[in-house]
């Protein structure tokens, strides 16, 4: 029922920044709240950045705390990620999800967009 489409990755020298979009459809998508995860080689697929459309509250993992913004516009179906001061280990696939925000933690849904590959180097 909700239809999600990443775009924007690519490959950024260190320091450097990129900006995500992700755009959402399908006849739940306006009710979900909306974040992303990232899954680098060899590694577990992890929460990175969460947004509650109600209110707009923004909810981010503590190594990308500081360094990267989630927004978007609920009334457009599009949710954004920027990345500023990427490093070596923010290398992953980074995967738009549907979920929601529940007493200030972002649980995600079985919703995930295909993914976009973004490639830090040194």
């Known amino acids: 029922q909700v239809q999600l489409v990443e775009s924007g990755g690519g490959l950024v020298q260190a320091g450097g920044s990129l900006r995500l979009s992700c755009a959402a459809s399908g006849r739940t998508s306006s009710n979900a709240d909306m974040g992303w995860f990232r899954q680098a080689p060899g590694k577990e697929r992890k929460f990175v950045a969460g947004?509650?459309?109600?209110?707009?509250?923004?909810y981010y993992a503590d190594s990308v705390k500081g360094r990267f913004t989630v927004s978007g516009d609920n009334a457009k179906n599009m949710v954004y990620l920027q990345m500023n001061n990427l490093k070596p280990e923010d290398t992953a696939v980074y995967y738009c999800?549907?979920?929601?925000?529940?007493?200030?933690?972002?649980?995600?849904?079985?919703?995930w967009g295909k993914g976009t590959l973004v490639t830090v180097s040194s």
């Open positions: 999800n549907a979920g929601q925000v529940v007493r200030g933690h972002y649980y995600g849904l079985d919703y």
């Open positions: 947004i509650r459309w109600s209110d707009g509250s923004t």
